[in-house]
């Protein structure tokens, strides 16, 4: 895979391109801000994102219909950066797509702590709460003809177990989730859109508030409680560990907001399945990204680091049974 240079993007969306610059953050893509301009000279900030390793990740969704899903969103109304182009295999960039590029921090650790995001921090609670009502209230059928992967509750668990198990690691602990789990699963249809990765690290925040939501490539089809959970879980607390909700909010604060929003009643026993299960999900990833450096296929010091998380994710699991709560 080519690496994207100003010539390539400006071929790309048919307008001068002065500079494309690799981010850092992001295990799974590879993403550059573009400075272009339009036909009238006009400043043109974009984005473009791209597969880390060319294609997507199995599980994930395929960048073409992440971008749909992403206009989707747009049009609907919920906080999301306008799709510019969607890119094809001529172009040689693998998957992805490029976007508008917002103004805001995306890096949780600095949001979460600096002063000047005060006021945010005080308004993110009822402003994700929206935001998941807003789109669990979209009908499942407005992402018809999209790659949406879909499944019950408990065909969801099954997946995950299966892909813990080809690691071939034991975890006392992650055996001990799967117990858990299998003991109160309930074998619900799918019922929402799910973003399926709603969590502080993938908001763009301002120091008023939310900006953006972004990376919806794990998007699904299934139970709209997980993202309530998986918003709860401790890794995405960033060291703000007695603000459950995202480091800077609390859970019934989040469950009264999006019931008030029209998102329909939070059943609290259920949030907290999801966020036992969020939590194992992510140990799991973290399983994942130690892999793909360890056996080569994407040797990456952040995986690597990353890898080495699981014994957090072993703490937070086992805090969650003893107390119900992290």
């Known amino acids: 895979m080519a690496g994207p240079t100003p010539e390539i993007v400006s071929a790309l969306i048919g307008t001068d391109v002065s500079r494309v610059e690799q981010l850092s953050g992001g295990a799974s893509s590879a993403t550059f801000a573009v400075d272009a ?6 400043p043109w900030p974009l984005i473009l994102q791209c597969a ?25 109304g919920l906080p999301v950066a306008e799709v510019v182009r969607v890119l094809a295999p001529e172009d040689g960039l693998g998957e992805g797509f490029i976007m508008a590029r917002l103004p805001g921090e995306a890096l949780a650790s600095k949001w979460l702590k600096l002063p000047d995001y005060a006021p945010a921090r005080a308004s993110l609670t009822q402003q994700c709460a929206e ?7 979209l009908p499942m059928d407005a992402a018809a003809g999209l790659a949406l992967p879909a499944g019950s509750t408990a065909q969801s668990l099954d997946r ?7 690691f071939g690691v034991d975890s006392p602990v992650f055996d001990l989730a799967f117990a858990w789990l299998r003991e109160r699963v309930a074998d619900r249809p799918p019922s929402n859109i799910v973003h399926g990765d709603f969590r502080s ?17 794990l998007a699904h089809l299934g139970d709209g409680h997980e993202d309530l959970g998986w918003l709860c879980c401790n890794s995405w607390r960033f060291g703000v560990w007695d603000k459950p909700v995202g480091g800077f909010g609390q859970r019934d604060e989040l469950y009264a907001a999006y019931e008030a929003a029209g998102g329909g009643p939070v059943d609290r026993e259920r949030a907290a399945f999801w966020e ?17 450096h360890v056996s080569g296929r994407l040797r990456n010091v952040e995986r690597a680091a990353i890898g080495r998380r699981v014994s957090e994710v072993e703490l937070d699991l086992m805090h969650l049974f003893k107390f119900g709560s992290v």
Request: proline share 4%; net charge negative; with cysteine.
């Open 37 to 42: 301009v339009t036909a009238d000279g006009t």
């Open 52 to 76: 880390a390793t060319g294609s997507v990740p199995e599980g994930g969704l395929p960048r073409a219909d992440q971008a749909r899903l992403q206009q989707i969103a747009f049009a609907a």
């Open 131 to 137: 935001v998941l009502a807003k789109l669990h209230k």
């Open 160 to 166: 995950m177990f299966a892909n813990y198990r080809r």
């Open 201 to 217: 690290g993938n908001f763009l925040v301002a120091p008023e508030g939310l900006v953006a939501v972004l990376d919806w490539e």
């Open 276 to 292: 036992v299960f969020g939590t194992l999900k992510w140990g799991i990833a973290c399983l994942q990204l130690g892999d793909d």
